[in-house]
């Protein structure tokens, strides 16, 4: 007999949390927001220039402190050095170095002269200079809002417009959380990371849809039944499905994490984090916006049977 | 609903069986596949440069020294129409794209402007339209003429410099002999040079990064080098900084005698009597006669080969060279005399080029990163397995079969578009595993719901897909749009994720509508349930 994770017919009144749930969830956008603006992103270089270089010591462990000191003798400013994957590798930020475009390549000609190259293996190289930077923040930043005006005009089209906005709702509070999130464990914030935003931004959809099609479909069977009502139900009847799902994904996510090495670690970090606030906010945030946004009068009492499907 | 007629069952089966038979040569070695016979499929997935390693650098070419080239030209070309014409002028400059002059008495004025007309010749633009456009507006204000650049011709000409600078990037990086590097145009003013397998990119930087402007001049011989430093050199001549710091600068003549254009080869090597790397090189009938006259002429003094404003060696002239051919003795390395020799038969960049993005991933990270990649996608697919048994039982198995030709599908699609795969496509593909499974606990557990209404085995499936799929198909197509997103506005890398996911919700669509159904419906059939076992 299968294993049976969720008890069948489950009855939670996931609505009258909302009342609850909805501020909460505000007062957590405000918190990031408020971290974004006043700790801010820790940037990588694709947003906002300098070099990257990821080097492998011949040596069974790379001396980071030697490192650090050989290059902070060099003058480029702000020399960043730390163990990254297995202990003989080291990656090495260096900001964006003045001079405008040509003067970033300077950068990696004085690291490779002072390392070497028959102690050190140069496994990785970025350099971004500013004007690229600056173009790949606007097209992170263009791709992100032009998801969320798709994906707002397609459910306006299938469902109504209570839906649109609630799920976009949703979708600006996964958004914010993430950069939340990015804010507060300082995770590199790179090209791979709208990556991942725009991921979660698929990933919540997808969780927010499943809620909203068995929204709509006891919207039509059950005409006199109070908003509240409807959406729990709703929301309990998907619910195994809702877990389950989340569970495969985090799964999958989680072998990634482990084992998928470290160039993507933090681009995994940020969807497992994803898969949590975006199954969260197709409950709490998607739903109860049908709620606010008078989807069905409050007042709709009596409640018959289904009506006739 | 579970009803499928032959036709359609045939066509399922086939459409997997053909995607399976595309991704199977990705189990083989490299070697072993390319030398299977060519009617077997024989392509494997291309990796991104994350991948298998190499170099990715983004080049731009540098407007405003084209610009500032141009104006200069321009000047000269006043200069010299206005000399000719005989007529008075004061003040010619040039500042960014505005070349300026007055005249000394308004009356020319006419004169001066129909001399000048000529200059805003129409350049040609395009191969196959004829159309032109002018570069240069003329305009007469009072005693003032300004002749300025105007943006279609400096459009114009940024474009034929990306197109030149292209070929000559070509030739130059062919001789590295690298495999198959690619060099594209990007947007208006940029190149992308990927070389693949380059790990070590200090000599395609030191060959790329070369303007590779060579002239041969003349020393100055109206004025002394100390003089010039100590108030300005003369008329038509300028100081030249030396390339090794070791020699000092040299007074020379603004005008290039000759220039690397009329060079036919050029090869390393090393002095007979020193035994110094040099370069030698060998100019075309036309710069033959010119530098023969041009050594018979002046014995004794000396002359500055210059590459890119610097004096790479300034020799004095003892015999007349007649046989068109020479060489540099600088202060060469081998591998500076080599990268010379290849830069000058190349020919030289007509405008700057600036490296602005670069992205080198050594092949040990590549191959660690494919290695790292694969023991993700199995584990995670794994224990995804294991997960679907232990929630569903037999139609856990169901599921899986599903998701082994979904993963497989997506991999023969990748391979059948030649698409090319990157690690966070591999991310993907990996994130497909975890989302592909959705769609059958869709079905799985809408199917469970129906039978809890009462309805029979057979019902209830049938139910539970229909009424499953409208959902799936709206999740699916919300997804699609990020996914699209990320395709359309990623570069490099994350386009590749957008490639993996958009291939993933398709083959997604696919299992779940047709395969699963098929599935089920062969078991319905062959076992006549009377109860669902999930």
């Given at each position: 007999m299968p294993l049976r994770l969720i008890p069948d017919e489950t009855k939670i009144p996931f609505m009258r949390y909302a009342p609850l749930a909805v501020p909460t969830s505000l007062l957590a956008m405000v918190a990031s927001l408020t971290l974004f603006f006043v700790v801010g992103l820790n940037l990588g270089i694709d947003f906002k220039g300098g070099t990257l270089i990821e080097v492998q010591s011949s040596a069974a462990e790379a001396d980071i402190g030697g490192i650090r000191s050989q290059l902070g003798a060099l003058g480029l400013g702000d020399v960043e050095v730390q163990g990254f994957g297995a202990p003989n590798e080291v990656l090495i930020r260096i900001e964006a170095q003045p001079g405008g475009e040509a003067g970033q390549q300077g950068a990696v000609k004085a690291v490779q002269d002072t390392l070497g190259f028959s102690d050190y293996q140069y496994r990785r190289v970025e350099v971004v200079g500013p004007k690229v930077s600056g173009e790949l923040a606007r097209t992170g930043t263009i791709a992100v809002l032009v998801t969320l005006i798709g994906v707002l005009l397609y459910i306006w089209f299938r469902f109504e417009w209570q839906f649109a906005v609630g799920a976009v709702a949703a979708l600006i509070h996964d958004v914010v959380l993430t950069i939340g999130f990015f804010s507060i464990v300082q995770l590199e914030f790179n090209l791979s990371s709208i990556a991942a935003i725009l991921t979660i931004v698929g990933y919540s959809l997808n969780d927010t849809v499943v809620v909203y099609d068995r929204v709509r479909e006891t919207l039509r069977k059950f005409k006199q039944t109070a908003i509240t009502d409807l959406l729990d139900l709703a929301v309990n009847q998907t619910l195994s499905r809702t877990i389950l799902t989340s569970l495969t994904t985090l799964i999958a996510l989680s072998a990634l994490f482990f084992f998928g090495g470290a160039v993507i670690r933090s681009f995994t970090a940020a969807m497992i984090w994803g898969v949590f606030v975006g199954t969260y906010s197709s409950i709490f945030i998607a739903a109860p916006m049908l709620i606010y946004f008078k989807l069905r009068p409050a007042a709709a009492g009596g409640s018959v049977g289904p009506a006739k499907a | 609903?579970?009803?499928?007629?032959?036709?359609?069952?045939?066509?399922?089966?086939?459409?997997?069986?053909?995607?399976?038979?595309?991704?199977?040569?990705?189990?083989?070695?490299?070697?072993?596949?390319?030398?299977?016979?060519?009617?077997?499929?024989?392509?494997?997935?291309?990796?991104?440069?994350?991948?298998?390693?190499?170099?990715?650098?983004?080049?731009?070419?540098?407007?405003?020294?084209?610009?500032?080239?141009?104006?200069?030209?321009?000047?000269?070309?006043?200069?010299?129409?206005?000399?000719?014409?005989?007529?008075?002028?004061?003040?010619?400059?040039?500042?960014?794209?505005?070349?300026?002059?007055?005249?000394?008495?308004?009356?020319?004025?006419?004169?001066?402007?129909?001399?000048?007309?000529?200059?805003?010749?129409?350049?040609?633009?395009?191969?196959?339209?004829?159309?032109?456009?002018?570069?240069?507006?003329?305009?007469?204000?009072?005693?003032?003429?300004?002749?300025?650049?105007?943006?279609?011709?400096?459009?114009?000409?940024?474009?034929?410099?990306?197109?030149?600078?292209?070929?000559?990037?070509?030739?130059?990086?062919?001789?590295?002999?690298?495999?198959?590097?690619?060099?594209?145009?990007?947007?208006?003013?940029?190149?992308?040079?990927?070389?693949?397998?380059?790990?070590?990119?200090?000599?395609?930087?030191?060959?790329?990064?070369?303007?590779?402007?060579?002239?041969?001049?003349?020393?100055?011989?109206?004025?002394?080098?100390?003089?010039?430093?100590?108030?300005?050199?003369?008329?038509?001549?300028?100081?030249?900084?030396?390339?090794?710091?070791?020699?000092?600068?040299?007074?020379?003549?603004?005008?290039?005698?000759?220039?690397?254009?009329?060079?036919?080869?050029?090869?390393?090597?090393?002095?007979?009597?020193?035994?110094?790397?040099?370069?030698?090189?060998?100019?075309?009938?036309?710069?033959?006669?010119?530098?023969?006259?041009?050594?018979?002429?002046?014995?004794?003094?000396?002359?500055?080969?210059?590459?890119?404003?610097?004096?790479?060696?300034?020799?004095?002239?003892?015999?007349?060279?007649?046989?068109?051919?020479?060489?540099?003795?600088?202060?060469?390395?081998?591998?500076?005399?080599?990268?010379?020799?290849?830069?000058?038969?190349?020919?030289?960049?007509?405008?700057?080029?600036?490296?602005?993005?670069?992205?080198?991933?050594?092949?040990?990270?590549?191959?660690?990163?494919?290695?790292?990649?694969?023991?993700?996608?199995?584990?995670?697919?794994?224990?995804?397995?294991?997960?679907?048994?232990?929630?569903?039982?037999?139609?856990?198995?169901?599921?899986?079969?599903?998701?082994?030709?979904?993963?497989?599908?997506?991999?023969?699609?990748?391979?059948?578009?030649?698409?090319?795969?990157?690690?966070?496509?591999?991310?993907?593909?990996?994130?497909?595993?975890?989302?592909?499974?959705?769609a059958n606990v869709l079905i799985f557990e809408r199917i469970r719901e129906e039978s809890k209404l009462g309805r029979t085995a057979i019902n209830a499936i049938e139910a539970g897909f229909s009424r499953a799929l409208g959902t799936i198909m709206d999740a699916q197509i919300t997804t699609l749009i990020a996914a699209i997103a990320l395709f359309a506005l990623g570069s490099g890398p994350i386009r590749g994720f957008g490639v993996t996911l958009v291939i993933g919700i398709m083959t997604t669509i696919f299992t779940a509508f047709l395969l699963t159904r098929l599935i089920v419906a062969t078991w319905v059939r062959s076992s006549r349930p009377k109860s669902i076992p999930i």
């Amino acid at each position: 007999m299968p294993l049976r994770l969720i008890p069948d017919e489950t009855k939670i009144p996931f609505m009258r949390y909302a009342p609850l749930a909805v501020p909460t969830s505000l007062l957590a956008m405000v918190a990031s927001l408020t971290l974004f603006f006043v700790v801010g992103l820790n940037l990588g270089i694709d947003f906002k220039g300098g070099t990257l270089i990821e080097v492998q010591s011949s040596a069974a462990e790379a001396d980071i402190g030697g490192i650090r000191s050989q290059l902070g003798a060099l003058g480029l400013g702000d020399v960043e050095v730390q163990g990254f994957g297995a202990p003989n590798e080291v990656l090495i930020r260096i900001e964006a170095q003045p001079g405008g475009e040509a003067g970033q390549q300077g950068a990696v000609k004085a690291v490779q002269d002072t390392l070497g190259f028959s102690d050190y293996q140069y496994r990785r190289v970025e350099v971004v200079g500013p004007k690229v930077s600056g173009e790949l923040a606007r097209t992170g930043t263009i791709a992100v809002l032009v998801t969320l005006i798709g994906v707002l005009l397609y459910i306006w089209f299938r469902f109504e417009w209570q839906f649109a906005v609630g799920a976009v709702a949703a979708l600006i509070h996964d958004v914010v959380l993430t950069i939340g999130f990015f804010s507060i464990v300082q995770l590199e914030f790179n090209l791979s990371s709208i990556a991942a935003i725009l991921t979660i931004v698929g990933y919540s959809l997808n969780d927010t849809v499943v809620v909203y099609d068995r929204v709509r479909e006891t919207l039509r069977k059950f005409k006199q039944t109070a908003i509240t009502d409807l959406l729990d139900l709703a929301v309990n009847q998907t619910l195994s499905r809702t877990i389950l799902t989340s569970l495969t994904t985090l799964i999958a996510l989680s072998a990634l994490f482990f084992f998928g090495g470290a160039v993507i670690r933090s681009f995994t970090a940020a969807m497992i984090w994803g898969v949590f606030v975006g199954t969260y906010s197709s409950i709490f945030i998607a739903a109860p916006m049908l709620i606010y946004f008078k989807l069905r009068p409050a007042a709709a009492g009596g409640s018959v049977g289904p009506a006739k499907a | 609903m579970l009803y499928f007629a032959r036709w359609k069952i045939a066509l399922i089966a086939l459409t997997v069986l053909a995607a399976v038979i595309v991704a199977v040569p990705n189990l083989l070695p490299a070697s072993t596949a390319a030398s299977l016979p060519s009617w077997l499929p024989h392509k494997q997935l291309v990796l991104g440069l994350d991948l298998r390693g190499g170099a990715h650098l983004l080049l731009q070419v540098e407007r405003d020294s084209l610009i500032e080239e141009r104006a200069e030209t321009l000047v000269s070309d006043v200069r010299q129409t206005l000399r000719a014409e005989r007529i008075g002028y004061r003040n010619l400059r040039a500042k960014g794209q505005t070349v300026s002059l007055t005249l000394r008495d308004t009356a020319d004025a006419e004169k001066a402007m129909t001399a000048l007309r000529p200059l805003a010749n129409p350049i040609p633009s395009g191969l196959f339209n004829q159309s032109t456009v002018s570069e240069v507006d003329l305009a007469l204000d009072g005693d003032r003429i300004t002749a300025t650049l105007n943006l279609e011709g400096l459009e114009e000409r940024v474009r034929s410099a990306v197109e030149q600078s292209k070929s000559v990037l070509e030739r130059r990086i062919n001789e590295l002999g690298t495999t198959e590097p690619t060099i594209q145009r990007e947007g208006t003013d940029r190149i992308l040079v990927q070389v693949p397998g380059l790990e070590d990119t200090r000599r395609l930087k030191d060959i790329i990064g070369q303007t590779a402007k060579m002239t041969f001049h003349m020393e100055c011989s109206d004025g002394s080098l100390g003089e010039a430093l100590q108030s300005r050199p003369p008329a038509g001549c300028e100081i030249a900084e030396p390339a090794d710091e070791a020699d000092g600068p040299i007074l020379i003549e603004s005008r290039a005698r000759i220039s690397g254009d009329d060079l036919v080869d050029a090869q390393p090597g090393f002095d007979q009597r020193s035994n110094q790397p040099i370069v030698s090189f060998r100019f075309n009938t036309r710069g033959a006669a010119v530098f023969g006259n041009l050594t018979q002429d002046n014995v004794g003094r000396r002359f500055a080969v210059v590459l890119d404003d610097k004096v790479i060696t300034a020799p004095v002239i003892r015999s007349p060279i007649l046989g068109g051919s020479g060489q540099i003795e600088g202060s060469f390395t081998v591998e500076s005399a080599q990268n010379l020799a290849v830069l000058l038969r190349a020919g030289a960049l007509p405008a700057d080029l600036t490296i602005i993005e670069e992205r080198t991933v050594g092949p040990s990270l590549g191959q660690d990163s494919i290695d790292a990649g694969r023991i993700a996608a199995l584990i995670g697919m794994a224990a995804v397995i294991v997960f679907m048994l232990l929630v569903y039982g037999l139609f856990g198995i169901f599921a899986n079969l599903a998701l082994a030709a979904n993963i497989a599908m997506v991999f023969g699609i990748l391979t059948a578009l030649q698409a090319t795969l990157t690690l966070p496509g591999i991310a993907g593909i990996v994130l497909t595993i975890g989302m592909a499974v959705d769609a059958n606990v869709l079905i799985f557990e809408r199917i469970r719901e129906e039978s809890k209404l009462g309805r029979t085995a057979i019902n209830a499936i049938e139910a539970g897909f229909s009424r499953a799929l409208g959902t799936i198909m709206d999740a699916q197509i919300t997804t699609l749009i990020a996914a699209i997103a990320l395709f359309a506005l990623g570069s490099g890398p994350i386009r590749g994720f957008g490639v993996t996911l958009v291939i993933g919700i398709m083959t997604t669509i696919f299992t779940a509508f047709l395969l699963t159904r098929l599935i089920v419906a062969t078991w319905v059939r062959s076992s006549r349930p009377k109860s669902i076992p999930i």
